[in-house]
């Protein structure tokens, strides 16, 4: 039996204590990242510099103990392996070329291209599965083909996915050649991850929540199915954790659907509804609200016992329902941490 409680989870173990990590743990939040994005100079210099990616990621597991650490990328990194142009404007996020018909598409790379401009993150996993301590988890992940697609489309974050919905709509065979070709290449990208010593891997889709009815179905039910399948035709035993953020009522039956061993709850479904509905397929990972790691104090507490008791009778990975903020204070991570494990 292995000693990493993380794997032990996702394998159908109910743990007295679950085990704990946050999503975007190594972040703006801490001081000693601040320090090291400094001596990178920009963010994307920092993920292309493995020792120093690898020490960002490696920074909340000596602060914290947390028993899994995820790699330290973006998920555009594939767009722009891909052949976009990438670049972080400061203050307001990523921009990147965009697509919006077929010569743009026709431009893009195949998906088995991707190796060499993305060889440092390989690089990176390799470092931290040699460095990590012996019962940390090491996780690798990737954006769901419907999520880095609406960056892709829009050339930013948007609101609402508008562009890649109204694309959807006029252009269909571009937009699902689109979402083919980046599901080829995120299948590529973290089985690559796992050659290079990524134990588990998690597939990022932030935007599921805007695709309604059939349209989530077939677009990001259907590419996190591929993918996992491909995933695990390749490495058999990786277990693989889906995240369709804003799903709702469509969590039930995702890990039969996905074939995941672990769905990845927001904050918008309460955990008692997530143990009676979605923690009888398998492994829930989640799901308290960020904002708690900001505002701290008896809530923080309150929750965190609330999201453990309520999980308690299954397999359960905690975790926020969403990626830590930068305005959070290091020291009511701690707290959440200490109310987990110290009863």
């Known amino acids: 039996m292995t000693d990493k409680t993380i794997l032990r989870a ?20 801490l001081p000693e990242y601040r320090a090291t994005r400094a001596q990178a100079g920009d963010f994307l210099s920092l993920c292309y510099t493995p020792d120093l990616a690898a020490e960002v990621t490696l920074q909340p597991i000596r602060r914290y103990g947390f028993d ?19 670049w972080f404007v400061t203050g307001e ?5 965009t697509l919006t018909d077929q010569a743009g598409f026709d431009a893009l790379l195949p998906a088995d291209a991707i190796h060499d401009h993305l ?25 769901a083909p419907w999520t880095v697609a609406t960056y892709m489309i829009a050339g930013r974050g948007t609101p609402d996915q508008g562009p890649a919905h109204a694309l959807k709509a006029e252009n269909r065979p571009l937009f699902e050649a689109l979402l083919d070709r980046i599901t080829e290449a995120t299948i590529e990208y973290l089985s690559a991850q796992a050659d290079a010593g990524a134990e588990v891997v998690k597939i990022f889709d932030s935007w599921a929540g805007s695709l309604q009815g059939q349209d989530f179905q077939k677009y990001a039910v259907d590419p996190a199915r591929r993918i996992t399948a491909a995933l695990k035709e390749r ?46 397929g398998g492994c829930v990972q989640g799901n308290l609200k960020s904002s708690h790691m900001v505002t701290g104090g008896d809530d923080l507490v309150r929750e965190t016992r609330r ?32 109310t987990i494990r110290g009863g």
Request: contains cysteine; charged residues 15%.
């Open 68 to 86: 899994g650490a995820i790699l330290f990328a973006d998920i555009l990194l594939v767009p722009q392996a891909l052949g976009a142009d990438l």
């Open 119 to 143: 060889a440092p993150i390989y690089e990176t996993v390799r470092i931290l599965s040699g460095e990590l301590p012996a019962e940390t988890t090491l996780i690798g992940f990737a954006g």
């Open 10 to 29: 996702l394998g159908g173990e109910t743990l007295p204590t679950p085990p704990i990590w946050m999503m975007r743990q190594a972040g703006r939040y």
């Open 235 to 280: 490495h058999p035993g990786l277990p693989v954790i889906a995240f369709p953020r804003g799903a709702g009522e469509e969590y039930v039956g995702l890990h039969k659907a996905i074939g995941a061993d672990c769905i990845a709850l927001d904050d918008g479904v309460s955990p008692e509804w997530a143990a009676e509905n979605v923690q009888t």
């Open 307 to 338: 999201v453990v008791d309520a999980l308690s009778n299954g397999p359960h990975i905690f975790n926020l329902g969403h990626g830590i903020t930068p305005d959070a204070d290091p020291q009511n991570v701690q707290l959440m941490i200490d």
């Open 93 to 97: 996020g990523p921009r990147l070329s």
